[in-house]
C-alpha cells in the first residue's frame, strides 16, 4: 500500500490539533533551541549511554564507546533539531522521517550485529526529547505561560513525527542481529549515504505511483 504522506500528516495534524499558531510557537523558539542544541544532543546521547539496551548501538564490536559513531548521530539529531524548527508539511519532510525509522528497523550492514532499534525506545527517545526541550523552554523564556504554550506545540509537533517514524518499522517484530564484522571487514558505517539511498527510493516509488494513479489529495493548509 502507497501513502500520500503529506495527506497523512495533514490528516494527523488536523486529529491532533495542530494549527498555525503552534507551528508559529515552534519556529519563534528555535533561536533559543539551536543556541543549546550541543547541549540537547549531548543530553540524550548521554542518557542512551547510561542504559545497556541503547548503549550497545553506540559501541564497536570490542565495546569501547564508538565516538566517531557518537559524534555522528550527535549531527544527525541536531539537523533533525534544524528540520523541526523550519516544519513544512511537504513531501520531504515526512519522507525524511519515514526514511529514520526504516534505517533504525534495518540496520546497516556493518552494524547488523546489533540487530534493529526496538521501537519502544524510539518511543522513549521522543519523551526524552519533549521534556528536555520543554526544559529549555522555561529556562529561557521570560513568560511561563508562553513557554506552557510554546512546550505544548512541541509536543504535538513531536507526536506527529512519531506517527510516520513508526511507519517506518512496518512490523514490531524486530530484525534479528548477525554476526559481528571481522577486523579485516571492509564493510563502513555509511549511514549518510544509506539514509539518501532510502529517501530516494522512497520518492522515487511515491512519484511513480503518484504518475501511475493520477493526481493525488493535496494537503490542505497554509503550508503547514
Known sequence: MIFDWPVRMQQMADFMGFSEEDLEMVRASGPLLLDRADELTSAVYDHFLRFPQTAQFFLTPDGEI????????????????????????????????????????????????????????????????????????????????????????????????????????????????TEPPTPNDDRSDDEPEGMRRVLTNILDSNRSNGNANGASEQPQGDGQ
Open 66 to 177: 564508538d565516538q566517531t559513531r557518537l559524534d555522528r548521530r550527535k549531527h544527525s539529531l541536531a539537523r533533525w533539531l534544524r528540520h523541526s524548527i523550519d516544519f513544512q508539511l511537504d513531501e520531504q519532510f515526512p519522507v525524511f522521517l519515514l526514511a529514520m525509522g526504516v534505517v533504525h528497523s534495518n540496520p546497516s550492514l556493518e552494524r547488523g550485529y546489533l540487530g534493529s532499534v526496538p521501537a519502544r525506545f524510539i518511543i522513549g527517545t521522543m519523551s526524552f526529547a519533549q521534556t528536555a526541550i520543554a526544559g529549555v523552554l522555561l529556562e529561557e523564556m521570560a513568560d511561563p505561560a508562553q513557554a506552557l504554550r510554546t512546550s505544548a506545540a512541541w509536543n504535538k509537533l513531536l507526536m506527529l513525527q512519531l506517527d510516520v517514524l513508526l511507519a517506518g518499522y512496518v512490523t514490531e517484530t524486530p530484525m534479528p542481529a
